[in-house]
């Protein structure tokens, strides 16, 4: 390839700088021609598709060898990891909950469509979901993007691969090179991609769509801002003792931009595993706590359930006491859990959530319908919140210095 070239030039260009070229030209296509942005969507189409499909296969690679081929003896940070998870995702539900009082907001509750959508009725439901997802086919969660149970199945190899021989050890190095290799290439594209996603986001909907209900947007949009730029910093600090906005500015660069516009954690999982080889972090560790996080990590999700939730609660005139709403909290932290990997699925537990109140279903659909209304915002900023948080939290626990 010619150092001159227009493919050498982009290939070893500024990457961030090329996915906001994509970005400025996806919104003026977008304005400007619905035909030429409809027909360009293909290129976001491909692009989301290439993450979805290559993300089951990185996991389980890249889990089963860095256990198969892990030294004994050597930390691999995970248990600090998980317990920032769950800390992350409480303190996202429970300043929603602190947020909604501050800002009370009610709906204006429309017929909602029938669907065929179906909520979970419980959290031992999620629960139990969870549980069956573990022990999934292998193969069947390879091809459905299953990321808890190709966890458990790519555990299970590479602890029953560590004492296998070192030709076989090197097969596994040689795989997972090979499709590191791959998931570069396909990242590299991902200016080709955003400015796809982007004409046909912008040619649909515009801004249009979005101002009948800007307070309880902006409310949210509020919320997971404060999330990112005030409660995770202060969680970075007291665990690293450092200044944390360097790693957040990094993360929202070169992770939250891109899932913002894919809106799914499960494809962005290849971005934030490239962006953690360049903070040079443990890979035995992020190469399990990065695929964890896009199905446990949900802060977004949190924010999501229970400010939907509590503007319903106040357009029906519900009381809600201290108690309550740290259950809420709660509640929305568990079921924010099982609201991965699906668009829009932290939406479809606004139910589950509401049963606390006792609001019927009925009207709970109703504001999932509001959800998904504001969904080209609200989903793409909580994608982008998760997922980002994601390589934050392991940041914090799994740098090699």
């Given at each position: 390839m010619a150092q001159n070239g227009f493919l050498y030039r982009f290939?070893?260009?500024?990457?961030?700088?090329?996915?906001?070229?994509?970005?400025?030209?996806?919104?003026?296509?977008?304005?400007?021609?619905?035909?030429?942005?409809?027909?360009?969507?293909?290129?976001?189409?491909?692009?989301?598709?290439?993450?979805?499909?290559?993300?089951?296969?990185?996991?389980?690679?890249?889990?089963?060898?860095?256990?198969?081929?892990?030294?004994?003896?050597?930390?691999?940070?995970?248990?600090?990891?998980?317990?920032?998870?769950?800390i992350g995702t409480f303190l996202a539900a429970l300043?929603?909950?602190?947020?909604?009082?501050?800002?009370?907001?009610?709906?204006?509750?429309?017929?909602?469509?029938?669907?065929?959508?179906?909520?979970?009725?419980?959290v031992i439901t999620v629960l139990k979901g969870v549980l069956f997802n573990m022990v999934d086919n292998p193969i069947n969660a390879l091809q459905t993007g299953n990321f808890i149970g190709i966890l458990v199945w790519a555990v299970a190899l590479g602890f029953a691969m560590h004492y296998s021989s070192e030709d076989t050890k090197n097969v596994f190095f040689d795989i997972s090179s090979g499709v590191t290799k791959i998931v570069k290439f396909i990242i590299r594209l991902a200016p080709f991609g955003i400015f796809g996603l982007v004409a046909?986001?912008?040619?649909?909907?515009?801004?249009?769509?979005?101002?009948?209900?800007?307070?309880?947007?902006?409310?949210?949009?509020?919320?997971?801002?404060?999330?990112?730029?005030?409660?995770?910093?202060?969680?970075?600090?007291?665990?690293?003792?450092?200044?944390?906005?360097?790693?957040?500015?990094?993360?929202?660069?070169?992770?939250?931009?891109?899932?913002?516009?894919?809106?799914?954690?499960?494809?962005?999982?290849?971005?934030?595993?490239?962006?953690?080889?360049?903070?040079n972090l443990d890979e035995n560790t992020y190469s399990v706590s990065i695929p964890l996080g896009a199905s446990t990590n949900m802060g977004g999700a949190a924010v999501t359930i229970t400010i939907?939730?509590?503007?319903?609660?106040?357009?029906?005139?519900?009381?809600?006491?201290?108690?309550?709403?740290?259950l809420l909290s709660i509640i929305s932290a568990l079921a924010a859990c099982g609201a991965s990997g699906v668009a829009g699925g932290s939406l479809l537990l606004i139910p589950l959530a509401c049963s606390l109140f006792g609001i019927s279903n009925d009207i709970a659909l109703q504001v999932v319908a509001i959800g998904f209304v504001i969904g080209v915002v609200q989903d793409s900023l909580e994608t982008a919140l998760n997922s980002s948080t994601d390589v934050v939290f392991t940041a914090s626990c799994a740098s090699k210095a």
């Open positions: 290939f070893n260009g500024n990457l961030v700088l090329q996915i906001l070229i994509g970005i400025v030209l996806g919104v003026v296509v977008g304005f400007l021609s619905k035909d030429l942005a409809n027909a360009v969507s293909i290129l976001g189409v491909l692009f989301v598709g290439a993450l979805k499909a290559i993300a089951p296969i990185l996991v389980f690679i890249l889990v089963s060898t860095a256990i198969a081929t892990k030294e004994m003896g050597v930390e691999t940070k995970i248990k600090p990891i998980i317990v920032l998870y769950l300043v929603a909950v602190i947020a909604s009082f501050l800002f009370p907001i009610e709906l204006v509750l429309p017929d909602a469509q029938q669907t065929s959508l179906t909520p979970p009725d419980s046909n986001t912008f040619a649909k909907t515009g801004f249009a769509a979005l101002f009948s209900y800007g307070k309880n947007l902006a409310l949210l949009v509020g919320t997971m801002l404060f999330i990112a730029f005030v409660v995770n910093p202060i969680i970075v600090f007291i665990k690293t003792k450092q200044n944390p906005f360097p790693l957040i500015f990094t993360c929202i660069k070169d992770s939250a931009i891109t899932a913002f516009f894919t809106r799914s954690s499960a494809a962005n999982i290849p971005v934030n595993m490239n962006l953690c080889k360049k903070l939907l939730t509590l503007a319903t609660v106040h357009t029906l005139g519900i009381n809600v006491d201290l108690g309550t709403a740290v």
